[in-house]
């Protein structure tokens, strides 16, 4: 069984860093993308930044220059950098993997970002 644990979520000012961290247990078989969703209050889960075991990334436009995602695949680990948080940043973020194969999807419980003076 896949399990993803998250960690590195808090509360920041704006124009501040904080950096996730995702390391996925268990077996994982095939190709699969790694990457982050988020959920604000009210809204609609959205797609932050994903990457692949090459490296090939695709990053949302709101977050494009702020945030980066990066990955250790011999520790299947992905990393998202977030500088100049702004406060509509604000919201549950939410690590993910997708088998390519199998379009199979595994989720993490969320860590919460806050924004806020």
């Known amino acids: 069984q896949v399990q993803l644990v998250e960690s590195g979520g808090g509360l920041v000012q704006p124009g501040g860093s904080l950096r996730l961290s995702c390391t996925a247990s268990?077996?994982?078989?095939?190709?699969?993308?790694m990457g982050w969703y988020r959920q604000a209050p009210g809204k609609q889960r959205e797609l932050v930044a994903v990457?692949?075991?090459?490296?090939?990334?695709n990053t949302a436009d709101s977050v494009k220059g702020r945030f980066t995602i990066s990955r250790e695949n011999a520790k299947n680990t992905v990393y998202l950098q977030m500088d100049s948080l702004k406060t509509e940043d604000t919201a549950v973020y939410y690590c993910n993997v997708r088998v390519l194969t199998t379009a199979t999807n595994y989720w993490g419980q969320g860590t919460q970002v806050t924004v806020s003076s």
């Open positions: 268990g077996s994982i078989f095939g190709v699969y993308v």
């Open positions: 990457i692949s075991s090459l490296g090939g990334t």
